[in-house]
Structure formats: structure tokens, C-alpha cells
């Protein structure tokens, strides 16, 4: 079993402003519910069929906020590979032999990817949550990979630390 040599978890719900966005989406989709199928009074001038309550309810009024609060980013650098798990979307693991060049840098989440979360196309990827400082890996592939960090230096040595062995 491999050691680990850094670890940081980042949580999307971190964002307070983002989470006042999100937790403001779902009062709609709960009014609607308790309004017509709780109380049994149409929701709207022209409402919807139950079933269409019921789903809507259950997608942005419980499973938008659940997504939104378990969501994380969780970056592990341990013996021989480098560990990106996107909760509850993605999990890779780079052979830390398969990256040819990195460096820590700042750059432009928007501008360079589009956004934050798991971002870009082709042969350029980021894996962010929020902020603007990372570490930028070059494979031996030819791959970028951008992945955000809040402690890039010590993302930086571990990467350093586990490939100089």
C-alpha cells in the first residue's frame, strides 16, 4: 500500500456565494411542492402534472443541494502516482514517471479554461475548485493538466519529493 505524501480537500460548498446561489435555486422547487402536493392547491396559473412537482423537487430541491455540499476535490500525491478524485464525478491517477515538466503558477481560471470544476478539452485539462494558483503538469503524452490548489508549493514538493527518489 502506498504512502501518503500530501493530501488537500478541497469542498465546493466553501464558496459562501456560490452556496447562497444554490440554496436560492431551490425554494422554488420546494414552494412548488409543498403548495400542490402537500396542500393540494395547483402551483401556477397553468401547473403541472404532479409527477412533473415531484421530479423537479427531487432534482433541484434535494439532489442540486446534496451534489453541490458532497462535491470535492481531493488531490493525493503518495508513493508512485499522483491521485485526482473529483467527488462524485471523476477518479484518475497519474504515474508520477508520466509527467515530463510541472511548475506552480497562477493563471486564469476563465480565460484559460472556462470556469472552474473539471474543465477543458483536447490535450489541456483543469481540475479546480476555486482560486487561481496550481500546479501545471506536462506529461510525457503531451497532456496539460491544471490542477488547482491551495497549496501549490506543497503539492509542488510532494510531486518533487516523490519523483527524486
Known sequence: ?????????????QLWWATLIILGATIIP?????????????????PSPNWVITLLW??????LPVLWFTSKLI?????????LRYVPFISRQI??????HYQTRTYRPIREYGGWG?????KHRAYNVSGNKGVELELIDGQKIMIGSQKPE????AIATRRGR
Open 1 to 13: 500500500m502506498e504512502s501518503i505524501v500530501f493530501r488537500e480537500v478541497q469542498k465546493i460548498s
Open 30 to 46: 420546494w414552494y412548488g411542492f409543498i403548495q400542490q402536493i402537500i396542500y393540494g392547491r395547483p402551483f401556477g396559473n397553468k
Open 58 to 63: 427531487l432534482l433541484l430541491g434535494i439532489g
Open 75 to 83: 488531490v493525493e500525491v503518495k508513493d508512485n502516482h499522483l491521485y
Open 95 to 100: 504515474p508520477l514517471a508520466n509527467i515530463k
Open 118 to 122: 473539471i474543465r477543458g478539452w483536447g
Open 154 to 157: 506543497e503539492l509542488a514538493l
